[in-house]
Nanobody
Framework: QVTLVESGGGLVQAGGSLRLSCAAS????????MGWFRQAPGKEREFVTA????????TYGDSVKVRFTISRDNAKNTVYLQMNSLKHEDTAVYYC???????????????WGQGTQVTVSS
């Protein structure tokens, strides 16, 4: 049984910061890419960012480049998402994912968390 548990979501004012965490359990994820997608009400799911198993390759969606940073700790099977300069349009449910490589394609990811809500007030 693979489990991904996200934490760190909440309410923040525009311009503020949040850090999301995702702890994986059930198998060793050190050889898998990890990342984040998000979905806002009434909108399609959107790729946010992903990181390779080694941590040397990172991919970012255009809307979050420069503002968001992904990192991982393989010893803890955990991936982090540091979100700075948050905007109202970043409001969404953020989903942690595990997959074969750090591409932006949802089909690449085999495991998805339950999601954590991020709300940015304007």
């Amino acid at each position: 049984q693979v489990t991904l548990v996200e934490s760190g979501g909440g309410l923040v004012q525009a311009g503020g910061s949040l850090r999301l965490s995702c702890a994986a359990s059930g198998r060793t994820f050190s050889t898998y890419a990890m990342g984040w997608f998000r979905q806002a009400p009434g909108k399609e799911r959107e790729f946010v960012t992903a990181i390779s198993w080694s941590g040397t390759s990172r991919t970012y969606g255009d809307s979050v480049k420069v503002r968001f940073t992904i990192s991982r700790d393989n010893a803890k099977n955990t991936v982090y998402l540091q979100m700075n300069s948050l905007k109202h349009e970043d409001t969404a449910v953020y989903y942690c994912v595990v997959g074969r490589d750090n591409s932006a394609y949802a089909a690449n990811y085999d495991y998805w968390g339950q999601g954590t809500q991020v709300t940015v007030s304007s």
